[in-house]
């Protein structure tokens, strides 16, 4: 499948299996040059996007979801192809990707507004009104490829359930999940001008970005990009999510195999490309020993490899070179004291999922996003240390802690610094109705669909004057 600019296009991309190597299809490429034709197609798509009502904006994104659901495996093995997650996440985020459009659609319904009670307030005794929730216009939408189906999914649903067109610009790694959603979503009605889909590079994005006429930037990705982003956008909203390094403390009254269990799972999920994935465990140290025994041991029993095979827990990273990076970065901190517990042997993009412990905290595996198969696993003393542990870092999306002790969870709830808190579950954990977005330099803005359609509209107000209508003799006869 090529996408629908390609009278922009001055190549194709070719998409290659993460695994194999081998290509899996190619999409025609735009350039930094495409860019007013590009803006000037938005701008027909943002004028029939408002113009579309409610209930027809809900109808598109519940067929679409409903096209999704019925070709669940279709989609759940290009995501495999093209991303290298494996099978059973794959089919994961397809269903999640169907609860996205669902929520989207409700809100659509919904969220239209609210009456304001003028008269609630001194000197406003006869007026009445309300505000609507109106389209911004033109959402610039720029996607990763760690999900590339239902993240794409969290900033079409919510745009076009408030009335937005939107310049999608996916991963040029991965966009082939993200062209078949926009199929879905023509195949159930959506007027084509509403999305313009444009692949390619940095400067591509930095054109778009820069447009006046795109009046949101939303965006997944990294921090550099991010911050590149914000120089470059001028005055138009932001909402990025910019990646975290999440802490998950372990305290001495949690039930063990339960923490063992949920961590590893939290810590390899999609190879560890994951912006909420357990990077930092830390453990109560009179029990350091036994949770990383079984940690390790439970790590160790993971099977990587061909993520297209039901029997695979951790498939390839995206590219050779982003495993040589992660394995380039443990080697680093190694050498300034690390030690491997398992893992750290490669195979092509495989990257077999490791464990450190004694990790100097000035290297980049532990005071950076690894974005890799890779954790690392620290003792402390005190409730306290561990606070400080956690929040350490300059960014941070979730964590976790596992404890018995309701009033301990509550407590580490109030103090640790993330945009989410998960008590007896692993950092790893995201329900698509809820806020989702960083602490400090983790984020601007939230996604979650209610909350990224608030973003995407903008409130207006309708105030009447009751008595000066009938002031001016307007009134009923």
């Keep these: 499948m090529v996408n629908s600019i390609s009278p922009f296009a001055v190549a194709d991309i070719t998409v ?136 794409v999914a969290h900033k079409l649903g919510p745009a076009i359930a408030g009335g937005n067109a939107v310049l999608l610009k996916p991963s040029e790694l991965a966009p082939l999940s993200a062209l078949s959603l926009v199929q879905a979503l023509l195949d159930s009605g959506l007027p084509e001008e509403v999305i313009t889909t444009a692949v390619g590079g940095a400067d591509l994005g930095a054109a778009l970005v820069a447009a006046r006429e795109v009046r949101m930037v939303s965006f997944t990705g990294g921090f550099r990009t991010g911050e590149a982003i914000a120089r470059g956008a001028g005055l138009k909203k932001l909402a990025m999510d910019l990646g975290g390094n999440a802490p998950v403390i372990v305290m001495a009254d949690a039930n063990l195999d339960h923490a063992v269990e949920a961590s590893v799972s939290g810590a390899f999920w999609a190879a560890g490309q994951n912006c909420i994935g357990t990077q930092r465990i830390l453990v109560e140290r009179t029990i350091y020993d036994a949770f990383r025994d079984r940690f390790v041991a439970r790590t160790a029993r993971l099977v990587a490899g061909d993520p297209s095979l039901d029997s695979t827990d951790v498939g390839p990273m995206i590219t050779e070179a982003a495993a040589i990076r992660a394995q380039t970065a443990v080697d680093a901190a190694v050498a300034m004291g690390a030690r491997v517990l398992t893992g750290h042997h490669r195979e092509g993009a495989v990257y077999a999922p490791m464990v450190l412990e004694n990790v100097p905290h000035h290297a980049a595996i532990w005071c950076e996003e690894a974005f890799a198969p890779v954790v690392t696993l620290e003792p402390f003393d005190s409730f306290e240390a561990a606070i400080e542990l956690a929040n350490a870092i300059d960014f941070s999306l979730h964590a976790g802690i596992f404890t018995s002790n309701l009033d301990l969870a509550v407590e580490a709830a109030r103090r640790i610094e993330a945009g989410g808190v998960m008590v007896n579950d692993s950092s790893d954990y995201r329900f698509d109705a809820m806020p989702f977005g960083g602490f400090k330099y983790g984020s601007l803005g939230r996604e979650g669909v209610r909350f990224a359609y608030e973003e995407m509209t903008q409130p207006k107000v309708v105030c009447i004057d009751r008595a000066g209508t009938a002031r001016h003799g307007r009134g009923p006869a």
């Design 16 to 151: 290659r299996s993460p695994f194999s190597g081998l290509p899996i299809g190619a999409v025609a490429q735009a350039s930094a040059a495409d860019r007013d034709g590009l803006i000037e197609r938005a701008l027909r798509g943002a004028a029939v996007a408002r113009e579309l009502p409610r209930h027809r904006r809900a109808e598109i994104l519940e067929s679409a979801a409903e096209r999704v659901k019925a070709d669940l495996d279709r989609f759940a093995r290009r995501i495999t192809e093209e991303a290298g997650k494996t099978i059973r996440q794959a089919r994961k985020e397809v269903r999640r990707c169907v609860n996205t459009l669902k929520l989207s659609a409700e809100e659509a319904r919904r969220n239209a507004g609210e009456v304001i009670p003028f008269d609630a307030y001194a000197g406003s005794d006869t007026r009445m009104g309300w505000f609507s929730r109106e389209p911004l216009g033109i959402i610039l939408a720029i996607t990763p490829f760690n999900d590339p189906l239902n993240l």
